[in-house]
């Protein structure tokens, strides 16, 4: 038998995200999947690469496309912004995401990959709590997007308070072709388990670090071996300097206890079970072939 069950899904595609960095995207991707499986901090571009995740409401299926925030500026953001690119091309539908009342070159930027994708587009306003559903703050912002793009729906909607969530599923199910299923109606992504793993710790080490790492932190999956029907997670944190090594274990190891201590609970709650999560912190790169 096939390990995808076919016969109840008649709707499938894939959707994507776009928009500038901090306007919620992965908080959107991960509430929209019930899963935290894409990087969210307060720091910019924390998602590096295309983020796969797997929504099944029968009769429908989609995968969802988290891309790294679209900016303007500085070379380093060419790389990442080709990547935000090519994921929409790839994708069915899409969803713009803008953040508030706020507007900047980087939403423009943003914009102008949707230009030439011919697939219909959901333009999506996030973080309406903080304008506190005042009208007359949300207005101007829903009209803005009127103005710049044929979007074929605008929805507000507050992705961190899990509000109107319900609105843009239903948006999007309504937008997918007809299809059968590409994968398995217990899915939630597409990547591996290590890939998973990787993200969590990142996620956690740039939040708790804040400025003091960059953004090219590589975290490794060394092992992962059961132990007396316990998992066992052996991870590396991979950094440039023997001062960012400092920094990422902290005074007497207490900063890499916690890195690991609030990544192994956001671990377990994803996997549904108790496991164990050691980490070392190493200079250079890791040799990943």
Known sequence: MSTIDQKPINRYGYCAIIGRPNVGKSTTFNALLGHSISVVTRKAQTTQTEIMGVVTDIPYQYVMLDTPGVQCRLKRRTKLNRVAAKTIFEADLAI????????????????????????????CINKIDKLRHDPKKLMPSVERLREVYAFHKIITLSASKNQHIDLLHREICDLLPSGEAGYDVETITSHSEAFVIQEIVRAKALELLHEEIPYDLVVTVDMIKMVKDKRHIYVTLWVKSATQKAVVIGKGGQKLKQIGWQARLQMEAHFQEPLFLKTWVKVGEPDIA
Do not use: C, H, N, Y
């Open 96 to 123: 713009f995401m803008a953040a508030g009342s706020q507007w900047t070159e980087d939403d423009e930027a943003a914009l102008r990959i949707l230009k030439d994708f011919d697939g219909p587009v959901i333009g």
